[in-house]
């Protein structure tokens, strides 16, 4: 598939995107956002790929909403395009994403990273959301996910000053899951997804989903989704292999069914 502003390779069962608009800080275009939707749409239908990392460069991640873009829109417009409907496809991607970040992690691009489900950072990252100084506030999630992330009042304090933090600091707050030198940020995140990678898949992606449950549901009806998904994973191949491994003394193999 030929894309213009992300690229995609594969290694091992982990599909690789990157997006790809470096002489501006790989700003988010709506063009962008339709061809990085599509992609892990269609990594995720792939049975050879079983965990996807998202990146950008060693500079920025994202920088945000194409701001040129977003200066000619008028509300009706924007609100025409319904850009967010696209967005809110990323949430029904059913492998684990781990966002490699670095550099400029900012406003868009922050929330983009808020869709990944594990998140390695270069200790340059610089993450925060500052629409407010254009005028505007996050659309695209910035106040739901970074609330939950990170508590209230830090992300009070992020959203209304539009000041990033370091780093170090969205280590601090759980906003990442790793904080590791600039060279290794990539690697270290491809670790991670040959590690995952090694898992069986269903139980991966029914753990995917009920965690992330655990952010929409109240307590008993989370613990009854994970009791339900838990027996279904009774009825998994991969399941009689784990067991079995286990009871031989072996590694298992797992195929995802
Ligand atoms: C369009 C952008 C851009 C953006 C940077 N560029 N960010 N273009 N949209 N969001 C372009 C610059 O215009 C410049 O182009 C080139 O990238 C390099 O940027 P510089 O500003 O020269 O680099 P630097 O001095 O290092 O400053 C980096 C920066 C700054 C601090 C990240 O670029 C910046 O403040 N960018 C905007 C960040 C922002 O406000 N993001 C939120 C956007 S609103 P030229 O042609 O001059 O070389 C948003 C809403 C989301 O995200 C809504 C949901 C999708």
């Known amino acids: 598939m030929a894309y ?4 995609v390779s594969i290694e091992d069962a982990i ?3 990157a997006l790809n608009r470096p002489k501006v800080l790989n700003a988010l275009n709506l063009a962008l956002i339709d061809e990085l939707v599509a992609e892990l749409e269609r990594l995720d239908r792939d049975p050879a790929i079983r965990v996807i990392i998202l990146t950008g460069n060693d500079r920025a991640f994202a920088a945000g909403a194409d701001i040129n873009e977003m200066a000619e829109e008028s509300a009706i417009s924007i609100m025409q395009k319904d850009q967010f409907a696209v967005w ?6 059913s492998k684990p994403i781990i966002g490699a970040v670095s550099g400029f992690v900012l406003g868009g691009g922050c929330e983009l990273m808020m869709n990944c489900d594990l998140i390695v950072a270069s200790e340059t990252a610089v993450i925060g959301q500052p629409e407010i100084k254009l005028g505007v506030m996050p659309g695209a999630g910035g106040t739901q996910r970074l609330t939950r992330a990170v508590g209230l009042r830090k992300a009070m304090e ?3 000053t539009g000041e990033p933090i370091k780093a170090d600091e969205a280590l601090r707050y759980g906003l990442v899951n790793k904080v590791v030198p600039v060279e290794m940020y990539f690697k270290e995140a491809l670790q991670l997804a040959k590690r995952i990678a090694t898992q069986p898949p269903l139980a991966v992606q029914a753990i995917k989903k009920t965690v992330h449950k655990a952010e929409d549901l109240p307590l008993d009806e989370g613990m009854d989704y994970e009791r339900n998904a838990f027996y279904l994973l009774l009825a998994s191949e991969d399941r ?3 067991m079995k491994a286990f ?3 072996r590694n298992p193999h797992f195929t995802g069914r």
């Open 15 to 17: 599909g690789i995107v």
């Open 158 to 160: 992020m959203l209304l």
């Open 240 to 242: 009689q292999e784990g």
């Open 4 to 7: 213009e502003f992300i690229t």
């Open 88 to 93: 809110d496809r990323m949430r029904l991607i």
């Open 247 to 249: 009871l031989e003394k």
